[in-house]
């Protein structure tokens, strides 16, 4: 997925061109503070994404040819198949779902549209495990839905109308109606601002709304899309608890039955670096298909289109059309663990343990959050200013770290993180300190570092995509003006990237708080997050036990879900 | 940006509530586990009460061993509790480990549920049973073997065949009755399997109770916990009845929940301390009541609904012996096309 817009930024630069280049060759190819800044916290981002890989290749680098014999005799063809399938429909619901929704509450108003506009990124606070488990106990045989049908059917009739959710198609659904936000917040954040003068011409000159949505719109909206459905598809390679749950072998599950079961990491690892040459190819395969189609967005018509009021029949539609996908993906399960909260009465049991619990996963998930967004915010912007073949480089591996499984990256994390620990407390003892421990690790920075490598890729990719959509003729303009990069940065850059930052933030602090297989095996000691607690439950097979945490998990994500959107409700910035 | 400044806020408050972790000393002793830390938790408090000595714990479902190995010398963890074999070998293969020297351990724990080189020892146990239809079968008792008849045909469900708790028995299978044989029963059991494997050993009673199938594979205190903890899971272990069963000529299968000592480990003494805590008689019935396990050590009660299921007749094969072919099953599952 790296830089999955750069063919969009490129060609932008041609129409800027020579203005754009002339006025870098006067204004920022001066040495500034801001600028160098910027470089050098993009080249640490790249380097800290590149060294759990790195240690991963390491342990890569065993030979174990008798595990491949096996695999490619048995195991890959039917990993590849699934894992593609997966894949292709996860992406396929994601798209659909996110892509239609964003398309109607930007395009429209319709009545709930302000209600909708908080409750459709929702679902990004089910984790994909909470969800599987939810609608499992709700569907299969003996659940609530099978109950509802015996009152009018005998019981063996009403199994058979039951869908079969531990499935392909199951898991497809489910994961996909948890994940869609990705494409929603990615689109959102494009159409919010999207300009009146091009659907105005197009009209003008006789086009019908089918050749506006092929010509201009799509077009328009391509390289949110093809972020969206990037972080889709990879946040989907990363799931383990639901695939195997809803018995979907994908190369996830194959490389922890290699690493755990056949006592093979070296094999593990390998089959990691092959997952990481797909995600790559998959990148590139990307970036051709799209190298002609391109926007050239100019700076000259700030001028926002108003939205379509929608009302009647129509507007009723819209309205379920957009209710839906939060009601499947966010209300049911929301629903479910409240009523298992309650039924349990979790919360007079849950001592100060939980509370604990909770703030420590605040504490891991704002400070990533915080990281991951000044990371993403300058890898984005040092590439901007100054477009060496270096900085591309920065700001691609910065987006790596999204396709690491979380224990894969976890294991590649352990040796470097324990390595430097252990030479910290070799020079401390050396300078005749008393022996610190483990510090990096005992203070949880382990799981922080984790946190950011594996979510950079969101800020960074949507930064990219909101920066894409700023003219460059701004920059240029103050430039020519005078301004300092810094003034630049604020007055510009900053305020037009508010969207894509704020959307940015959303995602990272929603996905900290689920993250479970990297914080479970980097934590400190005594140390449980609300994910990790979920999980002593669940995996004992009492999941309900957790659902106070979850619970927690989605409480802790409204907030900043509810108030981020809020906020990105008033319009501002350029076409 | 005042999203931005809130943020900073809330990060900065929230640090400070993480609690940071006890480096060594010598009031205390340091877990990694394996096994879920609430469920442990009680154990390690009745502990502390007992001895004064502070528990601090870690717990994942994997790469705790990994996680001992790159903190090498420096590293803090004293004991690292498993709930499978599985993870005692990974443990053992690593490195990481040094020999328990504990009278105790000798006194209380069988021969088959300890390494001969004392590097591991099997705190509690529990076996790898049949859920039963309790209206459409018949029989009390069953093998293993006969999982794999053809008149089982459609009728039994199981969870994914590399799960760890099946990997365990499968691998009993290999070290029974060798890899070809086991592969024809693989074979076989595959074909009777009423879907895909997939959900956990819960669901396998669910699709028992509905019909879908009349036989579910599970673990034996899943079966006590849905009975007696779980109001919303007692009609799936009403609709069922666990049969125990055996391998031809010998036991039923047993899984162990071990203890091991970490090569580096810190607070050595209160370690041992701890391992020979969790063998007495106190720790046991905890084991045997909270979570339904059986005890290793002879002579304590077992749970009432677990003594429902009928006497325990462990197979004696010693467990070393299953861990060392757990590679062999699981390539096993694979070739066959078990979990496709």
């Known amino acids: 997925m790296a830089s999955t817009i750069d063919a969009a930024a490129r060609d932008r630069r041609s129409v800027a061109g020579r203005r754009g280049r002339a006025a870098r060759r006067f204004g920022l190819a001066r040495r500034s503070a801001p600028l160098t800044l910027a470089s050098s916290l993009a080249i640490v981002a790249a380097l800290l994404v590149a060294t759990p890989v790195a240690s991963l290749l390491v342990l890569a680098a065993q030979p174990t040819a008798e595990v491949w014999s096996h695999l490619i005799a048995y195991v890959l063809s039917t990993a590849l198949r699934d894992t593609a399938l997966l894949l292709a429909g996860v992406g396929a619901v994601a798209l659909l779902v996110g892509g239609g929704t964003a398309w109607l509450v930007s395009l429209y108003d319709f009545p709930g549209r302000r209600l909708l506009l908080w409750l459709l990124p929702m679902p990004l606070a089910i984790p994909t495990y909470v969800s599987a488990y939810v609608y499992v106990d709700l569907f299969e045989p003996l659940g609530l839905a099978h109950r509802l049908l015996t009152t009018w059917l005998p019981a063996q009739d009403a199994v058979r109308l039951l869908p079969g959710l531990r499935s392909l198609p199951g898991a497809i659904v489910l994961i996909g109606g948890v994940l869609y936000p990705y494409v929603y917040l990615s689109v959102r954040a494009t159409l919010q601002h999207r300009s009146a003068e091009l659907t105005e011409a197009a009209r003008v000159l006789g086009a019908g709304p089918w050749q506006i949505l092929r010509r201009i719109a799509l077009p328009t909206v391509r390289p949110a899309f093809a972020l969206g459905l990037a972080l889709v598809c990879l946040e989907t390679l990363n799931d383990i608890g639901a695939s195997e749950y809803l018995g979907v072998r994908t190369l996830t599950v194959t490389i922890f039955t290699i690493w755990l079961n056949q006592g093979s990491l070296g094999g593990a690892a390998q089959m990691s670096c092959l997952m990481l040459m797909i995600v790559a190819g998959l990148v590139v395969l990307e970036r051709y298909g799209r190298r002609r189609g391109s926007v050239a967005l100019s700076a000259e018509n700030p001028r926002i289109a108003a939205r379509q009021r929608l009302r009647g029949l129509r507007g009723g539609l819209a309205a379920a059309a957009c209710g839906v996908p939060p009601l499947l993906g966010f209300i049911v399960p929301l629903a479910f663990l409240a009523y298992q909260s309650a039924q349990r009465d979790l919360l ?42 270096l900085q591309a480089t920065a700001e691609a591996v910065a987006q790596a770290g999204y396709a690491l499984p979380g224990l894969v990256l976890a294991i590649g994390l352990l040796i470097p993180v324990l390595a430097l620990d252990n030479g910290l407390g070799a020079v401390s003892a050396m300078l005749g300190w008393s022996a610190p421990g483990l510090v990096i690790v005992s203070f949880g920075a382990a799981v922080v570092a984790a946190y950011v490598i594996r979510f950079l890729a ?34 510009i850059h900053l305020p037009l990237l508010r969207p894509a930052m704020i959307g940015a933030v959303i995602i990272v602090f929603v996905d900290c708080l689920k993250e479970l297989p990297a914080t479970l095996l980097l934590r400190p000691l005594n140390v449980e997050t609300l994910a990790t607690s979920i999980y002593q439950y669940a995996s004992r097979g009492s999941f309900e036990d957790g659902a106070l945490a979850a619970l927690l998990i989605v409480l802790a994500s409204i907030g900043p879900v509810a108030w981020l959107t809020r906020d990105a409700a008033s319009p501002s910035g350029p076409a | 940006m005042r999203a931005l400044r809130i943020l900073t806020a809330t990060a900065l408050i929230a640090c400070c ?3 940071v972790t006890a480096l060594a000393d010598t009031g205390e002793v340091n877990v990694y586990s394996y096994r879920e830390s609430k469920l442990i938790q009680p154990l390690f408090d009745a502990f502390t009460a007992d001895t004064g000595i502070k528990v601090n714990v870690i717990s994942a479902s994997s790469g705790l061993d990994q996680r001992i190995k ?61 859920y039963a239809a309790k209206d459409r079968v018949k029989a009390d008792a069953i093998t293993y073997e006969e999982l794999a008849d053809p008149k089982w045909k459609g009728k ?15 691998a009993a299978y290999v070290a029974k009755h060798g890899e070809a044989k086991a592969e024809q029963w693989l074979r076989g059991l595959k074909a009777n399997l009423a879907q895909k494997p997939s959900g956990g050993d819960r669901e396998a009673a669910r699709d028992v109770a509905a019909g879908k199938c009349d036989l579910g594979i599970g673990n034996t205190y899943y079966w006590a916990l849905m009975m007696n903890k779980d109001p919303d899971k007692k009609p799936w272990a009403e609709a069922t009845r666990v049969i125990l069963p055996s391998f031809e000529g010998g036991g039923t299968h047993v899984n162990l929940s071990a203890v091991l000592l970490a090569r580096h480990a810190p607070n050595k003494a209160n370690g041992l301390k701890l391992i020979d805590w969790l063998l007495g008689e106190k720790a046991q019935k905890m084991y045997a009541e909270v979570n339904y396990e059986y005890p290793v050590r002879a002579g304590v009660a077992i ?17 070393a012996e299953i861990a060392a072919h757990r590679k062999a099953a699981s390539t096993l599952v694979d070739k066959v096309g078990f979990d496709n």
């Open chain 1, 348 to 389: 007079a049991q849950a001592g100060a343990g939980l509370w604990r619990d909770a703030l420590a996963t605040l504490g891991f998930a704002t400070l990533a959050t915080l990281i991951a967004l000044l990371l993403g915010l300058a890898a984005v912007l040092a590439h901007r200013w100054r477009p060496t073949r």
């Open chain 1, 458 to 491: 969101v800020p960074t990719g949507l930064i990219k995509v909101g920066a894409g959509r700023i003219p460059r003729d701004y920059d240029d303009c103050a430039v020519v003006a005078g301004a300092r990069p810094f003034a630049m940065l604020n007055r």
């Open chain 2, 17 to 19: 509530g993480v609690s």
């Open chain 2, 70 to 130: 790159a903190e090498g010398a420096g590293s803090p963890a004293d004991v690292l509790l498993t709930v499978d074999i599985g993870r005692i070998d990974e443990a053992v293969q690593a490195g990481i480990t040094q020999p328990i020297q504990s009278e105790t351990v000798q006194a209380i724990v069988p021969a088959q549920y300890r390494d001969p080189n004392g590097h591991w020892a099997g705190i509690s146990m529990r076996a790898r049973v049949v």
């Open chain 2, 156 to 170: 039994i469900c199981i969870r994914s065949g590399q799960h760890i708790y099946n990997n365990a028995l499968f």
């Open chain 2, 303 to 319: 749970d009432p609904t677990v003594a429902s299921y009928g006497p325990l007749k462990p197979d004696p094969l010693p467990v």
